[in-house]
């Protein structure tokens, strides 16, 4: 640990630069994977605050909610038969609001449900994103599929799907704007057995979110992203300290001849590998949340603790793993051979 720290000390630049490498990637990381958790739940936070459980769509339909049908004799025989199974619509639209402002929303519609906001005829529960953007309990909305008018009954926190505020509306209104008495799809909570129900698929909540448009190429991308960063980051470990330690096999002969063992030469570069790496992660850290803090009010990021966490531990181990391979060759070195070598 001593011998570490005089290194770090004598060598101060070198360690910066490493150190402030390692900072900007995993700010960098930080940022991208807050993004992408922010995107996620902007496309899908009505799904993803559901429980774990199955949905169920007409087999024909291919996994595209809007263009499933449940027939009406087995949604009841599934409601009836299925504790806390509920029937449910998502389709896409618009509404109207009092100033002609076309606003585009997902609207919802369920069974009776403590999973689903259930409202009254002629009533609509919003997400709070649209009270942001303006409208206020009590306004009137229009569409115009539907003859009646939508009178504004609260606001909801994290209701999205596919990027738009959703939009909870009365079965009633829903078939009439839609024109079908049909509902697109059964969910069943992970506290009930999952029946197997002929004509119909089930997906899992991850399957469907798949199926959601965009959802998948989406995350895909910035995942990949992130995970080229921490990649990257291995490298740059592995080269910083196999340079490091081409300058220092003449020291690491001496050291060995004067009975250093193998292992201590290890913990001093795992010690200043650590080191580096956490005085990095707490100013990128820092810098991350004062980003999630101060983020634009129409940027979609999310920064949990939980992920923060576990990027810093990859970005850890990956420290460790490039270094240790890095130093395969202090392994190697004969205590003679590397005292000439750092001779000539």
Do not use: C
Not at 137 to 157: A, I, P, R
Not at 270 to 283: K, R, S
């Amino acid at each position: 640990m001593n011998i570490a720290w005089k290194e770090i000390k004598k060598n101060k630049v070198r360690f910066i630069i490493l150190g402030s490498i390692v900072f900007l990637v995993s700010l960098l990381t930080f940022i991208i994977s807050g993004l992408a958790n922010g995107l996620s739940q902007d496309n899908a936070a009505l799904i993803k605050s559901l429980p774990d459980g199955q949905f169920y769509m007409a087999e024909d339909a291919e996994g595209t909610n809007s263009l499933s049908r449940i027939d009406l004799k087995i949604q009841d025989q599934t409601l009836s038969e299925t504790k806390d199974a509920v029937a449910l619509s998502i389709q896409m639209g618009f509404l109207n609001d009092e100033d002609d402002k076309q606003r585009s929303v997902a609207f919802v519609t369920s069974t009776e449900s403590p999973l689903f906001e259930n409202v009254e005829k002629g009533e609509i529960v919003l997400d709070r994103s649209l009270q942001e953007a303006g409208l206020k309990v009590g306004d009137t909305l229009t569409n115009d599929q539907f003859s009646g008018e939508f009178t504004v009954k609260e606001f909801v926190d994290q209701q999205k799907y596919s990027h738009a505020p959703v939009a909870f509306i009365n079965m009633e209104n829903y078939k009439e704007m839609y024109r079908t008495n049909e509902m697109q799809l059964l969910f069943v909570p992970e506290n009930s057995e999952f029946p197997t129900i002929a004509g119909l698929q089930s997906y899992t909540n991850k399957e469907f979110l798949s199926a959601i448009p965009s959802y998948s190429a989406e995350q895909l991308s910035l995942n990949m992203i992130v995970w080229f960063l921490v990649v990257i980051s291995a490298l740059l470990f592995a080269i910083f300290f196999y340079m490091m330690n081409v300058q220092k096999i003449g020291l690491y002969g001496i050291l060995k001849a004067i009975g250093v063992k193998t292992s201590t030469l290890f913990k001093m570069m795992w010690t200043q590998m650590f080191f580096i790496t956490t005085i990095a992660l707490v100013f990128s850290i820092g810098l991350s949340q004062l980003f999630n803090q101060f983020a634009p009010a129409g940027m979609p990021f999310s920064l949990t603790a939980t992920v923060t966490i576990q990027l810093s531990i990859v970005f850890l181990v990956i420290g460790f793993i490039g270094a240790t391979l890095s130093g395969i060759q202090i392994k190697k070195v004969e205590p003679l051979q590397a005292i000439q070598q750092g001779e000539v």
